[in-house]
């Protein structure tokens, strides 16, 4: 089925390790984003990337970094993780254009830091 | 920049009601609005949209209302289900596009049986 894929489904890290979250949409969409879901916070954007090539910080941006492989796939890096980045991260994609149905979401990713 | 709010953060309704969702936005001169679904463990699911020329946009069971000048959104769910029980959020944004869309913090809607 057409849609964007996350992995992993769950990770559990310790304090100062590393990890990256994989994404991959197969929409041809320009526009990716990662979103971190907390309880009573809604989703709150850490980075985008409009179209392939660019990327651009979001609401909260520090303490990761991304790469848009290609149009296919934009990735999140926790360089150092750190408790407070225990959270639901969900990639998402669109077209530009505004059309169609707003994002798509992926099924997140369950990151715990302990 | 832009914030939105949802009036009430949970909702509990009986079976066979209808539920009516609020959202207010701040900026403006945002022009498109999204409502989407979260069932629990799941991704947030698009449920209906509507642009800043209409007022009202019509779905199966769902409507989305959009009055500009107090600048406030609500989705209203006829014959609630209980399948229909999760978090409901609204986005807005502005350019019209679905481009960086700003969340609003959700309302859970239980429905009773």
């Known amino acids: 089925n057409a849609g964007v894929t996350q992995t992993p489904k769950f990770q559990v890290l310790k304090t100062g390790q590393s990890m990256t979250l994989q994404c991959a949409q197969d929409?041809?969409?320009?526009?990716m984003y990662w979103y971190r879901q907390d309880p009573g916070m809604g989703l709150r954007l850490i980075y985008y990337s409009a179209s392939e090539g660019t990327t651009d910080k979001g609401e909260v941006p520090n303490g990761y970094n991304v790469s848009r492989l290609n149009k296919r796939e934009f990735s999140l890096r926790l360089e150092s993780a750190a408790p407070s980045q225990t959270s639901v991260y969900f990639c998402?994609?669109?077209?530009?254009?505004?059309?169609?149905?707003?994002?798509?979401f992926g099924s997140g990713t369950r990151l715990t830091v302990v | 920049g832009e914030s939105v709010g949802l009036h009430l953060p949970t909702l509990s309704v009986q079976e066979g009601d209808n539920s009516i969702i609020n959202c207010a936005y701040s900026n403006s001169a945002s022009d498109y609005f999204i409502w989407y679904k979260q069932e629990s463990g799941k991704g947030p699911q698009f449920i209906i949209d509507?642009?800043?020329?209409?007022d009202k946009r019509q779905g199966q069971r769902v409507t989305v209302l959009l009055n500009k000048t107090v600048k406030h959104l609500s989705l209203q769910i006829a014959a609630t289900q209980p399948g229909d029980s999760a978090v409901y959020f609204c986005?807005?944004?502005?350019?019209?596009?679905?481009?960086?869309?700003?969340f609003g913090k959700g309302t859970l809607l239980t429905v009773n049986p």
């Open positions: 998402a994609s669109s077209s530009l254009v505004g059309q169609g149905n707003g994002y798509t």
């Open positions: 986005a807005v944004t502005v350019g019209g596009s679905n481009y960086k869309l700003t």
């Open positions: 929409m041809n969409h320009n526009s």
């Open positions: 509507i642009r800043s020329n209409m």
